[in-house]
């Protein structure tokens, strides 16, 4: 086999789509690993959806229980770019399964935990298998798109978004009433996605080689924007990922404690609200993904930001069928960005697709660790209630849209 360093970038590969059956087995290999971005997050989703059982098994404070989602978040967000930059030169095809294979090592041990302190080690495992996974995944896609970029992007989000939602369903059938050991079920989850990931590696492998054997390309795109250009855009799209990622955790880490406290609803009430306001997030994202290939990215974030924000701004001040009601178009505006974002971001920076998968992934994780983290600290000093007046104002960040170029108009959407 060729050495890695010689093969040709994925992200240049992807420039011409495949034709006939090609395009055939690219379409099922995208939604395996879309599919496996499905297992992989709802393994991750169970760690939020499981807090008010350890919050009673080991007498947490919020403070606690944020500490526990910035363990697995800040270690996914340190390792991610890390991983994406390191597999843009050197691809991994089989990367994939190593990454599953943490996950399941994290989720036997948050099963199996005595204290606290291991179930942060637990999450830490849990956060350094999706660090391995998601940017060479992300960068998969990409590989499989046939030149449907925002398409492809969106599939594979929307997998790890259904997957994000099934998580605090599953729970709540199956660990809330018989208890923390049953956490142990879900070990299958993550075997399933190593068999399967490791079929998808060895297409990865042969695509790899048959790359190589053509010659990697000599010229590298451009965007054709300036440096400096480049630079302020990926602050504004850094800046709209922290207006999002801060409600979204607000919402995954204490939306429940929210409906329980205001609503009187039951722990397993409140994860099925958790469930619609998450399966109406991967509803948006996998719409926003095919408007950003036909309207563009940049019109696909003016709406999915900015727009949010009437519904967000609502929210603490209705009962509970208006909170579900309102929870369902937050969700489904909201998630149809970062589908955007992320294709936007890559057209900027042609050829560093796991750099840039890893760095938003990573920036993703790292925003929901830091915001839980700070936001179980206001809810100890003030209010659950407090926590989600404060968060309703985030979205306002969208109006730095407007600094965005329309990559539309140099031929690059």
């Not at 959806?49 to 363990?71: D, N």
């Not at 770019?81 to 994290?106: C, E, I, N, Q, R």
């Not at 830490?124 to 798109?145: D, N, Q, T, Y």
């Not at 306001?277 to 993904?289: E, N």
Request: net charge positive; with cysteine; proline share 6%.
């Amino acid at each position: 086999m060729p050495k890695t360093h010689s093969l040709a970038s994925p992200a240049d590969i992807a420039i011409a789509p495949p034709a006939g059956q090609a395009d055939t087995v690219a379409l099922r290999i995208l939604l395996a690993v879309s599919f496996c971005h499905l297992l992989n997050d709802s393994i991750q989703a169970l760690i939020p959806a499981i807090y008010p059982l350890l919050k009673e098994s080991f007498q947490l404070s919020y403070t606690q229980i944020g500490m526990i989602t910035f363990a697995f978040q800040m270690v996914g967000s340190v390792l991610q770019p890390v991983v994406g930059l390191y597999t843009d030169k050197h691809p991994k095809p089989f990367s994939l399964v190593y990454g599953m294979a943490v996950t399941l090592g994290g989720l036997i041990l948050l099963a199996l935990a005595p204290s606290y302190p291991v179930v942060l080690a637990a999450a830490a495992c849990v956060g350094l298998g999706s660090a391995i996974f998601h940017p060479e995944s992300s960068r998969l896609a990409r590989m499989a798109s046939g030149g449907r970029h925002g398409f492809a992007q969106a599939l594979f989000q929307v997998g790890g978004n259904a997957g994000t939602a099934l998580g605090p369903l599953l729970a709540a059938g199956i660990i809330v009433p018989r208890g923390q050991r049953h956490i142990l079920w879900f070990s299958v989850i993550a075997f399933a996605g190593m068999f399967i990931l490791s079929k998808v590696g060895r297409w990865y492998q042969g695509h790899l080689i048959a790359a190589s054997r053509r010659g990697a390309p000599t010229h590298v795109p451009s965007s054709g924007l300036s440096r400096r250009k480049i630079g302020l855009t990926l602050c504004v799209l850094l800046c709209l990922m922290f207006s999002k990622f801060i409600y979204l955790a607000s919402m995954t880490s204490y939306y429940t404690f929210y409906l329980m406290q205001r609503f009187s609803v039951s722990v397993q009430e409140s994860q099925v609200y958790l469930f619609i306001f998450l399966v109406a997030g991967a509803v948006g994202t996998f719409v926003g993904g095919p408007l950003g290939d036909r309207i563009g990215r940049k019109q696909v974030i003016w709406l999915s930001i900015l727009g949010v924000a009437p519904f967000t701004l609502a929210l603490p001040y209705v009962g509970l069928a208006g909170t579900a009601a309102l929870s369902v178009f937050i969700g489904l505006i909201m998630a149809s960005a970062f589908p955007a974002i992320l294709v936007f971001a890559t057209e900027l920076l042609p050829g560093r697709v796991g750099l840039i998968a890893g760095l938003f992934f990573g920036l993703a994780f790292g925003l929901a660790g830091i915001g839980s983290a700070l936001l179980g600290k206001l809810a100890d000093a003030r209010s659950i209630q407090f926590v989600m007046n404060a968060c309703s104002y985030l979205p306002l960040i969208g109006l730095l849209t407007w600094f965005l170029p329309d990559l539309r108009k140099r031929g690059q959407s």
